[in-house]
Every structure is written in C-alpha cells, then in structure tokens.
C-alpha cells in the first residue's frame, strides 16, 4: 500500500483537496485532527505539556487551555519545538495505529499533515504532494476562516517552511488558486497512484 503524504501552508486548502480523495474513497489520517484529540486523551503526553507549559495547560477537567499553549509558542520558537518534540511522535503512533486498520487491498492512503516536512514524517510517506495557492488567497482564507488580522496570519505561516523550501521536497504539487480545478488534479494523480 502506497503512503502518500499531503501537506500545503496555511490556507492553501490541503484539507479541501485532501476531501476530494476521500471522495474518491481513499483513507485520510487527519494528522492535525488526530494532535487535538490526543492533546486530551494521551495521558503520556498531557504529562509532558503541563511539565513543559505549566499545570494551567489543562483545566482540571482535563481541558487543554489553546490560549495560554498559544501565547507562549506562538511567540516563542524553542517554545514551539519543545510542544512539536511532546505531540509529534504521539502523532507518529497514532498514524502507525490508524493505517494498521486499513485494508491491505487498499491502493493508497492520505497522511495529511500541515508540518509533513518541518515534523520529517514525508520520510515515513513513499511520496508527497504539496498543495500551493497565492499568498493573498491564503491569507485571505484564514483572515475569514479564523476571524483573525494579517498580522496573525503571517505570524503563523512564518512558523512554516515557505513554499519554495516545500516545493524542494515535494514529489507532486497541487494547485488550489481559485482558477485551477483540483477535482481534474486529484483525479489525475489518483489515477497516477492506483497504478503504482
């Protein structure tokens, strides 16, 4: 079975591209979905954040406090490594749980994931498809989505690689510019993929 990773900046749209494959019937692991549930029910881990960021990183009810996480490493990069250091390889053992349920008939899988390259779990996948989309439409997306300002914005996306630091790594790309159709894209490599 091929893994197949799908990653794309913020805003780009790798979660709607990434619904086009389901679509088609193919199984995607939600890698950022899957970090947020396990924020709250891997007890290993919810140790190593509230050692890391302080017993006011959960409520007593065990609830993850996302404002004060993201105060600290939003501003913070060795901040920021040391929560990635706690989530990632919780995620890794999540995705080796999760594709250990899928049928070995199955052609191909989706690891979607918006720090495929910057968390190195491309070199878990057998290849990689980047999803890229112009600066404004992203930026534009997110301001929308997340109800939040440019500045914010553009403090996330400088916590990803850039697009042309993906692009060196990236096997296939998708384009999700608003004039291009990602349907006929993803067909295409679907095909591509099956046939491998």
């Keep these: 079975m ?14 709607t591209v990434s619904k086009v494959f389901e679509v088609l019937g193919i199984p995607v692991f939600y890698a950022d979905v899957v970090a ?13 954040v509230r050692a ?12 993850l406090n996302n404002k004060h996480i993201a ?3 939003f ?14 390889p919780a995620v890794f053992r999540a995705f080796d749980s ?16 918006a720090l495929l390259f910057e968390s190195d779990s491309y070199k878990m996948c057998d290849t990689s498809i980047l999803v890229l989309a112009p600066e404004a439409v992203k930026l534009n997306r997110v301001m929308k989505r997340d109800q939040v300002t440019e500045e914010q914005v553009r ?3 400088n916590k990803q690689l850039s697009d042309q630091q993906k692009l060196a790594l990236a096997d296939h790309q998708i384009y999700n ?6 349907i006929l894209q993803v067909m295409e490599l679907n095909t591509r993929f099956v046939n491998t």
């Design 36 to 48: 947020k549930e396990i924020m709250v029910t891997d007890l290993i881990l919810m140790e190593g």
């Design 98 to 113: 999760w594709l250990a349920g899928i049928p070995s008939t199955t052609p191909y899988i989706l690891k979607e994931a």
């Design 155 to 157: 403090a996330r996306m």
């Design 52 to 63: 890391a960021f302080g017993e006011e990183s959960y409520s007593a009810a065990g609830v």
């Design 75 to 88: 501003n913070d990069t060795l901040q920021l490594e040391a929560l990635n250091a706690l989530v990632h």
């Design 177 to 182: 510019d608003e004039r291009q159709s990602i």
């Design 71 to 73: 105060k600290i490493v």
């Design 2 to 15: 091929l893994k197949v990773g799908i990653t794309g900046g913020i805003g780009s749209g790798k979660t």
